[in-house]
């Protein structure tokens, strides 16, 4: 590799991890941790529901057993999740930034509800109540599409500030 493509690739390097730096802020509720206090990790070892049934409840995670990501605390419910976290929290952490992924795909950041989940092309999506998770799930693909295309314009957007509809967290258990 000659000195200048290597000059290029650093420079390209260096703007990949600035905008991952410069990421919107995560939703965090009364709770004050991401995802209201449950184990985004756990969810990936959950049995996912067909497209049109509920899905099973999320795990919450503990309150003496937590990791720092993207301005925000999440909570785990065991040491070995937070682990896992750690080591690829990209990996694990909701898309966009635990904002409702049809209030994206719609143009907005909305709270999300933690036990309104699903994991589509190994990515965590959350949604704010059963109703929206209706009109998510009627498109996901085309949802999906519209959510990517908006979220560059509202990622930098000041987190949601409002209270998730009908939930309150059970989570983080002590």
């Known amino acids: 590799m000659n000195r200048f493509t290597m000059t290029i690739a650093a420079a390209a390097s260096a703007m990949?991890?600035?905008?991952?730096?410069?990421?919107?802020d995560q939703y965090v509720d009364e709770t004050g941790f991401a995802v209201s206090g449950y184990d985004v990790v756990a969810y990936f070892g959950l049995a996912q529901s067909p497209v049109g049934q509920s899905q099973p409840a999320g795990v919450p995670g503990k309150a003496s057993?937590?990791?720092?990501?993207?301005?925000?605390?999440?909570?785990?419910?065991t040491e070995a999740n937070r682990d896992a976290?750690?080591?690829?929290?990209?990996?694990?952490?909701?898309?966009?930034?635990?904002?409702?992924?049809?209030?994206?795909?719609?143009?907005?950041?909305?709270?999300?509800?933690?036990?309104?989940?699903?994991?589509?092309?190994?990515?965590?999506?959350?949604?704010?109540?059963?109703?929206?998770?209706?009109?998510?799930?009627?498109d996901i693909p085309g949802?999906?599409?519209?959510?990517?295309?908006?979220?560059?314009?509202?990622?930098d957007a000041p987190a949601s500030d409002r209270t998730i509809p009908k939930f309150t967290s059970e989570a983080p258990n002590t």
């Open 16 to 24: 990949a991890l600035a905008t991952t730096a410069f990421a919107g």
């Open 65 to 77: 057993i937590t990791a720092e990501y993207n301005g925000a605390t999440f909570a785990f419910s």
């Open 85 to 138: 976290f750690v080591a690829d929290p990209a990996r694990y952490a909701p898309q966009y930034d635990g904002h409702c992924a049809y209030g994206v795909a719609q143009g907005g950041k909305v709270p999300a509800n933690p036990n309104l989940w699903r994991i589509v092309d190994d990515k965590l999506y959350l949604n704010i109540t059963d109703v929206v998770v209706g009109f998510w799930e009627e």
């Open 143 to 155: 949802n999906l599409n519209k959510s990517e295309g908006n979220w560059v314009s509202i990622d």
